[in-house]
């Protein structure tokens, strides 16, 4: 079946630093990856729709600024966190979509946490 | 903004009974998913069922749609202690080249030995 790998699983950074996360479909093509963001006990609130060659579209609300999004290939995109603060820690995850029509798979998500 | 309102927030049952969980939604819909997330890891396609489908089956699965009332079901039967996790439904309204997937604040499903 499809596989998603998201990298890193866990990762500590300090105020004001930025941070890469990493989305890598492993054996499917990927027009359009996803980016969500999870509260501890809350649901997944889409961030933004990254379309492989172009600029990703934000959700309302979303600082395009702060999460950088790039989609360079049809197997890989990345979320930075530019400029951590506290408040941007949370669980990231990422998901993609087969661009043959299939489902979408998630990524196993990453943690991040801004000290 | 947040698409479908699972119902009930919190469920916990003893092993080999069955769980509903239920799904509203607000806005049309290509289809509807379900997910389930163990605590602190990413999410596990359970089963889909499109908008002109009424039920489908899955193993120890039963999910129903009624696009007339914008709601959805998922029925676990004969639970089991390892089905203790966070079960979402995510609602498609994908058109033309925009996919988009909405998730509602799920049910945390405990399933007590």
């Known amino acids: 079946g499809a596989v998603v790998s998201q990298h890193p699983s866990r990762v500590i950074c300090k105020s004001g630093t930025s941070v890469k996360i990493e989305c890598r479909s492993l054996?499917?093509?990927?027009?359009?990856m996803f980016w969500y963001r999870q509260f501890p006990k809350q649901s997944l609130m889409l961030m933004a729709t990254s379309n492989e060659g172009s600029k990703a579209t934000y959700e309302q609300g979303v600082e395009k600024d702060k999460f950088l999004i790039n989609h360079a290939s049809l197997t890989l995109s990345t979320l930075t966190v530019t400029s951590a603060h506290p408040e941007d820690s949370s669980f990231y995850i990422c998901?993609?979509?087969?661009?043959?029509?299939?489902?979408?798979?998630f990524g196993s998500g990453t943690r991040l946490t801004v000290v | 903004s947040q698409q479908g309102e699972e119902d009930p927030q919190a469920l916990s049952i003893q092993e080999g009974e069955n769980a509903t969980m239920n799904c509203s939604y607000k806005t049309s819909i290509n289809n509807l998913q379900w997910y389930r997330q163990n605590s602190g890891r990413g999410l596990v396609h359970l089963i889909l069922i499109r908008s002109n489908e009424r039920e489908k089956h899955s193993g120890r699965l039963r999910v129903t749609l009624d696009t007339s009332k914008k709601s959805s079901s998922l029925l676990i039967t004969a639970s089991r202690a390892a089905d203790t996790a966070s079960y979402f439904c995510?609602?498609?309204?994908?058109?033309?080249?925009?996919?988009?997937?909405?998730f509602g604040k799920g049910t945390l499903l405990t399933v007590n030995p």
């Open positions: 995510a609602t498609d309204r994908s058109g033309g080249s925009n996919y988009k997937l909405t």
């Open positions: 054996d499917f093509q990927a027009t359009t």
């Open positions: 998901s993609a979509r087969d661009w043959r029509g299939g489902g979408y798979t």
